[in-house]
């Protein structure tokens, strides 16, 4: 290239500047999506939100699962450059202002372009077909809410507002994720190659552009800019110490304080994220630090990142599970989904399950667990559905893998999981009838009650207490942060099928009656059915006895389900005490569910 340079130095034409004309095409209007892909099949599915669609059994990539950083794909990516804009919104971007702070991305999907032509590549058209069809086992958008992932709704994004450099960091990325995985389905026709003059024209640009970007990557590597020796070891410590007994509350062999870190060094983008997470929890927990530390170090993983996602390596996936959790103790609740859903398709993408083996089994069960709290709080299915959690051939089939894993009560645990992403589905469920309705909550009923009966010792409470004069809750203490939460996610899918339980059900004839073979799954099961305030409590005490940080890090959204239940002041200033503390000692910020709170009980005074 530099020496096409010095040819076009002794000839005597005029260069033509085709970036506007690029910026241009990407930032063109496409007319909304309106064929059958996006409906059909879909009429029973209340989710609003982002999804990532394929055929169980089937992601249209050979999975290698390995722990060193190499490619989880036998087939390379094959990248082309698309519209930022068109990519995440799929469409919808006539119900969108796109006036919103986006020059950065504008300007790097033209980059993208320039680079991506000038190596002989095709290049595509940003507007969209109508008349185009999406596979249905590729990723694709389900018609969405908007207003839930513009830059106009979110005001109250925590530290990630429209026009901070948090957002636009964060928003890069996404629309990288996004992008990569697309990159794999041709969704739009080809235009013509681009000519060699047009070629020629824009080459100069492109060395240009390129040895920007390599004097930036010389200035991104040196963490000696960012932290001491001293701030990177008390960094890796508070890793060891806090973070790492979070992600790994679920996982026996702890990988993400054992594996995780010997992969850090080979993989630098993977270091920053790690220390852009322990350096971010720091500062929420000694909430008079400053944030430039964090934000650094959130820059550079993201600046070193970008380039590896095309080889979706154990080591990339494993970052952006790291930068998701960073996101959601940073973010507003409320854009959570738009936090996750990045992520989510790549790990769709890669064909990545509960099921899966060594640290692609735990990366996919911490996300997992953020993705159930994410439907939580918007009522709405998870991003990954739930025929990907597993890999049998339906839910009867994917609840009889999990019972072969029983004695691990670990992985008992992360069936808990698993049991209240069904519970979301379901509710997430309109196009049934009232017969089919009660069939299907009768055997989600089921599944639900022999998760409790069938469990392993380990998640069984060491002792319990019922609640006195000094504490309105019952004490239930466990010996281990998977007892906790998977117990408590028990309670709380319990608490939401009660409290949308078919009309005219009797809890007494729970357990009891056996007239259909639905009812008949419940019948096996000699859990006598609870009321929904005995579930509500549970969750409660639970939080209040056990004082794991990563369990109450799961814990937030069942404790605002159980404490709408909750009618006694005495109740009420528990829960609060519980949250504050929460807040306190782990930096998770709960005020704004404790504010939600308040809110829905009235008036504590009275």
């Not at 020496?3 to 000839?11: N, T, Y």
């Not at 971007?93 to 950065?104: C, R």
């Not at 492109?206 to 990177?232: G, H, N």
Request: proline share 5%; net charge negative.
């Amino acid at each position: 290239m530099r020496k096409l340079r010095a040819k076009r130095q002794s000839s005597c034409f005029e260069i033509l500047d085709v970036t506007e004309d690029v910026i241009r095409d990407y930032d063109s209007v496409s007319p909304p999506l309106m064929n059958d892909d996006f409906n059909s099949g879909d009429d029973d599915d209340g989710d609003r939100g982002v999804g990532c669609y394929g055929d169980r059994g089937s992601t249209g990539y050979s999975h290698t699962q390995k722990a060193d950083g190499t490619s989880l794909m036998d087939q390379d990516a094959n990248i082309s450059p698309s519209s930022v804009e068109n990519t995440l919104l799929g469409g919808y971007s006539e119900w969108v202002d796109t006036s919103s702070p986006s020059s950065l991305r504008q300007t790097e999907s033209a980059v993208a372009n320039l680079i991506y032509l000038s190596q002989g590549g095709s290049r595509t058209d940003p507007r969209c077909d109508e008349q185009s069809n999406i596979a249905s086992s590729s990723f694709g958008l389900w018609p969405l809410d908007i207003s839930e992932y513009s830059d106009l709704q979110l005001d109250d994004d925590g530290i990630f507002l429209p026009g901070t450099a948090y957002h636009e960091l964060h928003s890069t990325l996404r629309s990288h994720l996004i992008q990569e995985v697309k990159s794999n389905d041709p969704t739009r026709p080809p235009s013509p190659l681009p000519t060699l003059e047009e070629l020629d024209a824009i080459s100069e640009e492109v060395d240009d552009i390129v040895d920007d970007l390599s004097t930036a990557e010389q200035t991104v590597i040196s963490k000696d800019r960012i932290l001491s020796k001293e701030e990177e070891v008390l960094l890796w410590r508070n890793w060891f110490d806090e973070i790492a007994p979070w992600l790994d509350k679920f996982d026996n062999d702890q990988h993400f304080k054992h594996v995780i870190p010997t992969m850090a060094p080979s993989n630098s983008f993977l270091q920053y994220s790690v220390l852009a997470l322990s350096a971010r929890q720091i500062e929420l927990k000694e909430t008079t630090l400053p944030h430039d530390r964090s934000l650094l170090l959130y820059q550079q993983a993201i600046h070193l990142l970008l380039p590896q996602l095309p080889s979706r390596t154990t080591a990339v996936i494993a970052s952006c599970v790291i930068l998701c959790v960073l996101e959601m103790v940073s973010c507003s609740p409320k854009a959570w989904r738009r936090h996750l859903d990045g992520c989510a398709c790549l790990l769709s993408a890669v064909g990545i399950s509960g099921f899966s083996s060594g640290v692609e089994g735990a990366l996919f069960w911490c996300f997992a667990r953020m993705d159930v709290c994410g439907g939580l709080i918007s009522s709405v299915k998870t991003l990954i559905p739930i025929s990907q959690w597993a890999p049998g051939s339906g839910v009867d089939a994917d609840v009889a893998l999990f019972k072969t894993k029983k004695k691990d009560f670990h992985h008992w645990a992360n069936f808990a999981v698993y049991l209240v992403a069904l519970v979301l589905d379901f509710l997430g469920t309109t196009a049934l009838d009232a017969e089919g309705r009660l069939e299907l909550w009768m055997k989600l009923w089921g599944y639900i009650a022999e998760w409790h009966d069938l469990r392993p010792a380990a998640l069984h409470s060491i002792v319990t207490m019922p609640s006195n004069e000094k504490s309105p809750f019952p004490t239930v203490l466990f010996s281990n942060p998977a007892a906790i939460s998977g117990n408590q996610l028990y309670h709380t899918a319990s608490l939401l099928m009660l409290q949308n339980r078919p009309a005219g059900l009797r809890l007494s004839s729970l357990g009891t009656s056996s007239t259909s073979t639905a009812t008949g799954a419940a019948a096996r099961c000699s859990t006598k059915a609870r009321s929904i305030l005995w579930h509500a409590r549970q969750v409660c005490g639970i939080s209040i006895s056990n004082d794991h940080h990563g369990a109450w890090t799961n814990a937030l959204q069942p404790i605002w389900i159980a404490g709408r239940c909750m009618s006694h002041p005495a109740e009420h200033k528990a829960i609060l005490e519980l949250l504050d503390k929460i807040e306190r000692e782990s930096g998770w910020s709960t005020r704004w569910r404790a504010d939600d709170l308040r809110e829905f009980w009235g008036d504590l005074g009275e």
